[in-house]
């Protein structure tokens, strides 16, 4: 009998070790509680921005054999949010950041202004929400227009 049970308990030992080390390892921080590596302060931070590439007007995305894609809507100024009305309208949000006139000075808003540059936002806001409705034979939306526009200000609602 006691043969039998050392035999089990190294069979089940050796299949916990095992299937230990077939499972998949998670990779670093993606656990319940991720260890993160102590800030890293520098007098100049590190700023990685993605630079703006826009499409040309014959660039689009590459799909499956047989189907075919167009744009929407084209030329939105910095489209930020959509939103679908159940009547299957769709509803974007054209903005920039608020203008704040002390960020502009110095030479933190010098390098504040290239990298918003670098990213295609250092353009005025145009403040509106666009109405796009419809669909034409293309896949193009056949109504735009300017549902609701705002006077630039400083407030977030």
């Known amino acids: ?23 998949p390892a998670m990779p670093v921080g993606f656990v319940p509680q991720p260890v993160l590596p102590a800030p890293d302060k520098q007098l100049i931070p590190t700023v990685n921005v993605a630079p703006v590439q ?58 504040m202004q290239m990298q918003m540059k670098k990213a295609g936002a250092a353009t005025p806001s145009a403040n509106r929400i666009t109405l796009l409705r419809g669909v034409d034979a293309h896949g193009v939306a056949q109504t735009r227009m300017a549902w609701r526009r705002r006077a630039a200000c400083s407030c977030r609602d």
């Open 1 to 23: 009998m006691h043969r039998y049970a050392c035999s089990f308990l190294l069979a089940a030992a050796c299949g916990a070790h095992l299937a230990h080390a077939q499972a």
């Open 54 to 111: 826009r499409w040309t007007a014959g660039q689009r995305p590459a799909v499956a054999a047989g189907l075919a894609i167009h744009a929407y809507a084209r030329d939105l100024d910095h489209p930020r949010w959509l939103y679908v009305l159940p009547n299957g309208d769709v509803l974007v949000a054209e903005t920039n950041a608020p203008p704040k006139p002390d960020d502009s000075k110095g030479i933190k808003g010098a390098i």
